[in-house]
């Protein structure tokens, strides 16, 4: 029996007797045994699908103690619960709710090697002394739950992640587990670039949602659409989401659908802790048929039996979108996903995607006051030096750091970068990849306009979208309904999906999918291109790269 054979034995017994799974999913035992080589992972699958079970079983036959970032309290007590429950070695929590004495204690413990798991929040390792503790005990592996938060191409973007990198190296590069519910081709790449994963697997497992009825409701007037939405949110099945822009939307419609006798609450972040919690917990435990929320709802939630996602209004993406549609229908059962739209929502997207901005005016002022210093110099006080708002500076910070102009340190503290002597060419560069991030994002507006208006398989273009391919139109869709679906020639696939192509003026780009005579294109510098077949052919416009 050769040693590959062996290993897997291993696994399926540790799954089976330590953590009671019968049989692993599809794509957990690849990333276990990629984790137990040694090799940095990056792992894309749906929330419900055992991500969990792939840091928990490949931990526990890993010498040394396994670091869990997770950027939510809530999040980390249920992995907490869940890992407090099997017989692995012990496991603790840290994050701000924490008592002096109690992180004391939980240290001790991880130093003593008592510890087999650490679930923190990704701020606490901006604490030196927190930083040192870990590094004194030796991780060896360092997981990265909800990864896409590392990305500013993601949708859910949390600025304590830019550090992870290099606390990752500080801690002198232990095996990385990055995990991920959603992540479109460029999220990955900045997922693996940021957090320095070295020769990474990567693991893309199951984006498909058959059971997901797929559906978009076209409205030119507001009060036909308000009509529509309660009358056909008061005839579905509950439990159920509804997804709007704004908070303000959000207290409005929960409202609505309370005045018809539906138990609805809303959720955002301009609610307090508490009641957010309290609402989160009603709607978990049923007492609550609809929650109607903005995207501040939803991460690491596992409820099996939503079965409907509503969106009164696109969402700022599709990464957003395919995310928040995946919480119905968890249990397998039938889900509806509908969204209701009006052209004039993207004007809201696009005015949300532009707020944060920064120019080169904004970048100078910050390597200014970092070159200024000479030294260290902490995020609390550059932004009282440069005035600016945390988005700004973080958009800012992230900009200089990609150029070599600064470096952050473990711990958030900002200094000189290795460019420091060419500070001019760095801030055009800077200043360049800014606005191909701007660029992004509107592309990005774009391609949830193109689903919105879409007049083909609505599963097929969502899965395209993130580098998968179905044969045949889905079945189970209101254009498929209808007959509404594209037939593409061989001869309109002018270059394979998911092949590199060279364009003259946007350089390089990824083929994403056909749509009849039109290809699509994400390109690395200005997002997503939708182009007529016929014109790229007659000027030449795309070259394949090897």
Not at 146 to 157: N, R, T, Y
Not at 195 to 216: A, C, K, S, Y
Not at 455 to 469: K, P
């Amino acid at each position: 029996m050769t040693q590959a054979k062996k290993d897997v034995r291993v696994v399926r017994r540790v799954a089976r007797e330590t953590f009671g799974y019968s049989k692993l999913r599809p794509g957990q035992e690849t990333a276990i045994q990629a984790v137990l080589e040694g090799r940095d992972t990056l792992v894309v699958m749906p929330t419900g699908s055992g991500k969990s079970a792939i840091y928990q079983i490949a931990g526990v036959q890993i010498p040394g103690p396994t670091v869990v970032v997770s950027p939510l309290i809530a999040l980390q007590r249920d992995q907490f619960e869940a890992l407090d429950e099997q017989d692995v070695g012990g496991v603790a929590l840290v994050n701000s709710t924490l008592k002096q004495s109690e992180r004391r204690e939980t240290f001790e413990n991880l130093l003593e090697g008592t510890l087999e798991f650490l679930l923190l929040a990704p701020e606490q390792l901006s604490n030196p002394e927190v930083l040192e503790q870990v590094k004194a005990a030796r991780p060896s592996l360092f997981v990265v739950d909800e990864a896409h938060c590392v990305s500013e191409w993601g949708h859910d973007f949390r600025p304590d992640y830019l550090r992870l990198g290099a606390v990752i190296e500080e801690l002198g590069h232990p095996t990385i587990l990055a995990l991920t519910a959603t992540a479109s081709p460029p999220v990955r790449e900045e997922i693996i670039a940021r957090l320095g994963m070295t020769n990474p697997r990567l693991v893309v497992q199951g984006f498909d949602r058959p059971n997901i009825w797929l559906e978009v409701e076209r409205y030119e007037e507001e009060i036909a659409r308000k009509r529509a939405f309660l009358e056909r949110i008061a005839e579905l099945e509950k439990p159920g989401i509804v997804y709007t822009a704004t908070r303000q939307r959000a207290e409005e419609i929960a409202q609505d659908l309370q005045n018809k006798g539906i138990r609805a609450l809303p959720y955002h972040a301009g609610m307090k802790t508490p009641e957010r919690e309290q609402v989160q917990a009603d709607f978990m435990e049923d007492v609550v048929e609809v929650i109607v929320a903005t995207t501040a709802f939803g991460m690491g939630i596992d409820k099996p039996n939503v079965r409907f996602v509503l969106h009164y209004g696109v969402s700022d993406s599709i990464d957003s979108y395919y995310q928040e549609i995946g919480r119905g229908g968890r249990d397998g059962e039938p889900a509806q996903a509908v969204l209701f739209y009006r052209p004039e929502d993207l004007g809201i997207r696009r005015f949300f995607a532009s707020t944060g901005q920064v120019d080169v005016d904004h970048l100078q002022q910050v390597a200014t006051a970092i070159l200024h210093h000479r030294g260290a110099v902490s995020l609390h006080d550059l932004r009282e030096e440069t005035e600016l708002s945390q988005s700004k500076l973080t958009t800012a910070l992230s900009r200089l750091e990609e150029v070599g102009l600064v470096e952050i340190s473990p711990n958030g503290e900002v200094q000189p970068g290795e460019r420091q002597d060419a500070p001019v060419e760095a801030l055009l560069e800077a200043a360049n990849a800014q606005e191909n991030h701007h660029s992004y994002d509107r592309s990005r507006i774009e391609m949830m306009r193109g689903y919105a208006e879409l007049r083909d398989c609505r599963r097929r273009y969502l899965l395209n979208y993130f580098g998968e391919e179905i044969e045949a139109p889905c079945g189970n869709c209101d254009n498929c309904k209808a007959g509404i679906t594209v037939e593409t020639t061989e001869q309109d696939e002018i270059f394979p999906l998911n092949s590199r192509v060279e364009h003259n003026a946007w350089g390089g780009g990824l083929v994403m999918r056909y749509e009849g005579d039109k290809i699509v294109i994400l390109f690395d510098t200005v997002g997503y291109k939708t182009l007529a077949v016929g014109v790229v052919q007659e000027r030449g416009l795309l070259k394949p790269v090897a």
